[in-house]
């Protein structure tokens, strides 16, 4: 068979695994040199393939790449642009084709979430209109955890991680002030639609914390919410409120919403934290702390979940796999086959059945009260928070590295990208 190049590239927001991805893709490519030749990557995502701005990552190190496996963040930009449709903006897409073909490009991986994984099945769907012989691979990635036909997304294990840690450290420091200070402290995590990164504030609980988690599947109910957290401060002397950016009204409206729009066209949210904590204050008159994780749980390497790393790195593997077996328009997928000891295997979904679908927090995994996790959803979420996958340390920081980048010479006129 001919060798053909591949590219690459990471969407959306990043995370603190996403490179382990890149890894496990570049790598197992430099394994097949005789089927795969050079990775590419698109410098800031899929504007890099629409741009013609790509990066030869055949001119890295292997120890560089390797070294992505403990690097946080995109380590080739990302973007967050979503392709319009077909019909929409047909030329798009025909631009990346055009792309694909001058650089010889026979292998497309795209590293993202529910948005990347339509655009890669629309290019998969294009390629084979025009003849061009393109095997789309989509490499799941969100913290989000919203990905259908997959157990869990590479990026969420480290988020809860870092989110059950923030809420079981925070909430001591507020145990030790309650007695004259602070009585209630309010976590807001991401999670738009799906309230899995708060449920993993819930492991917490399992240490005596007392805490309370507002669901972006339970519509927000202020007296019963309120009425919780009098009934935790009066018995513990505190609370730890861990509130999904995603919490809504029973209209449907966003305790955070901003009236903008991010570039997906979803609602700009955030501010739910002190929405919250304000309305604890007034009605209770309790006083508060409130913090947003933020960037800072979805970048936060030194404390990756050991287990989410090696999906992580896995999924990229097996992505390459698929595409040398043949395989097109499809995503590596983790198959949970035992809960304790945890186990799992590697299998694969189609694109059609995953693009533009969510997955939700399973009612059953949430407390009969709305405010807590059952059983089964701690029984989900323990074995994706396991062991500890340190980076390198110098001078009292973690070593991370930064690729060189280096352009690959352009073929083609400019291309005027859409705003």
């Known amino acids: 068979m001919p060798t053909l190049n591949a590219f690459y590239a990471q969407s959306g927001g990043v995370t603190s695994v996403i490179n382990a991805s890149a890894a496990g893709v570049i790598e197992t490519a430099r394994r097949h040199a005789d089927r795969i030749g050079t990775v590419y990557a698109g410098r800031n995502g899929i504007l890099g393939a629409l741009a013609e701005d790509l990066i030869d990552t055949g001119l890295e190190s292997a120890a560089a790449i390797a070294a992505l496996r403990t690097t946080p963040a995109g380590a080739f930009g990302s973007c967050r642009y979503k392709l319009k449709s077909l019909e929409k903006n047909r030329r798009e897409y025909e631009r990346l084709i055009e792309v694909f073909k001058a650089h010889g490009i026979g292998y497309f991986f795209y590293n993202g979430g529910g948005d990347s994984a339509d655009t890669c ?56 002030m309650a007695a004259t200070s602070t009585k209630v402290f309010v976590l807001e995590v991401m999670g738009r639609h799906a309230g899995w990164i708060a449920a993993a504030g819930g492991l917490a609980a399992d240490h005596g914390i007392p805490v309370v988690i507002l669901f972006p599947e339970i519509p927000f109910d202020q007296p019963a919410f309120l009425a919780r957290v009098d009934a935790l401060v009066k018995h513990h002397g505190y609370c730890t409120v861990v509130v999904s950016e995603g919490a809504h009204h029973p209209d449907g409206s966003f305790l955070a919403e901003q009236g903008s729009k991010d570039a997906f066209g979803h609602a700009q949210l955030g501010g739910a934290a002190p929405v919250v904590a304000q309305m604890v ?22 404390i990756a979940s050991a287990a989410d790393a090696r999906q992580a790195y896995e999924l990229g593997q097996r992505a390459v796999e698929l595409a ?38 399973p009612r ?30 110098r001078d009292g920081l973690p070593v991370y590295v930064t ?8 073929k083609l006129p400019a291309f005027e990208i859409a705003k």
């Open 324 to 361: 040398l077996e043949g395989k097109n328009a499809v995503m590596p997928t983790v198959e949970r086959t035992s809960d304790s000891p945890y186990e799992y295997r590697i299998g694969s979904a189609p694109l059609d059945q995953v693009a533009n679908a969510e997955k939700f927090m």
């Open 403 to 410: 690729l060189q980048n280096h352009p690959v010479a352009k």
């Open 121 to 176: 099945f629309k290019v998969s769907q294009l390629s084979q209109s025009m003849g061009y012989p393109l095997q789309a691979i989509h490499v799941p990635k969100t913290i989000d955890n919203d990905l259908p036909l997959t157990d869990c997304c590479p990026g969420f294990g480290s988020v809860a991680k870092y989110v059950a840690v923030s809420t079981l450290e925070a909430s001591l420091d507020v145990r030790s």
């Open 364 to 393: 059953d995994y949430i407390s009969a009260d709305g405010y807590g996790i059952s059983d089964k959803g701690r029984a989900y979420l323990l074995p994706l928070i396991q062991g500890e996958d340190y980076p390198a340390y």
């Open 281 to 302: 204050k007034e009605a209770l008159g309790y006083k508060f702390h409130w913090a947003v994780a933020d960037y800072l749980q979805r970048s936060a390497r030194h």
